[in-house]
């Protein structure tokens, strides 16, 4: 059964800094493309970032792009999302994916996805 979970939400004040983590299991990790998605309350789900099997190649929302890093360790089996400079309308949950076909641009584009974690909540204060 394949698992992803969240850690590292919480609450912080703008300007701040969060780390996300999505531990896997059930899954071989360096098989699977990884991504972060958001929603805000009121919005539909959004395309944060992604990052490729080997970790290589990574894909960024325009809006998400010199703020926000995403990196895994697929010895860990662990994707990361570190994240600065948080603004306000960075509220949201923040969904952990995976996807076993296509690239990090096509989770992007796509918005392909295999499984998805449960979810962690940022808020950020102003």
């Known amino acids: 059964q394949v698992q992803l979970v969240e850690s590292g939400g919480g609450l912080v004040q703008a300007g701040g800094s969060l780390r996300l983590s999505c531990a896997a299991s059930?899954?071989?990790?360096?098989?699977?493309?990884m991504g972060w998605f958001r929603q805000a309350p009121g919005a539909e789900r959004e395309f944060v970032v992604s990052i490729s099997r080997s970790g290589i190649m990574t894909y960024y929302a325009d809006s998400m792009k010199g703020r926000f890093t995403i990196s895994r360790d697929n010895a860990k089996n662990t994707v990361y999302l570190q994240m600065n400079s948080l603004k306000p309308e960075d509220t949201a949950v923040y969904y952990c994916?995976?996807?076993?076909?296509?690239?990090?641009?096509?989770?992007?584009?796509?918005?392909?996805?295999?499984?998805w974690g449960q979810g962690t909540l940022v808020t950020v204060s102003s």
């Open positions: 059930g899954l071989t990790l360096s098989s699977y493309v």
């Open positions: 994916a995976a996807a076993q076909r296509g690239t990090a641009q096509g989770m992007g584009v796509n918005h392909g996805v295999d499984y």
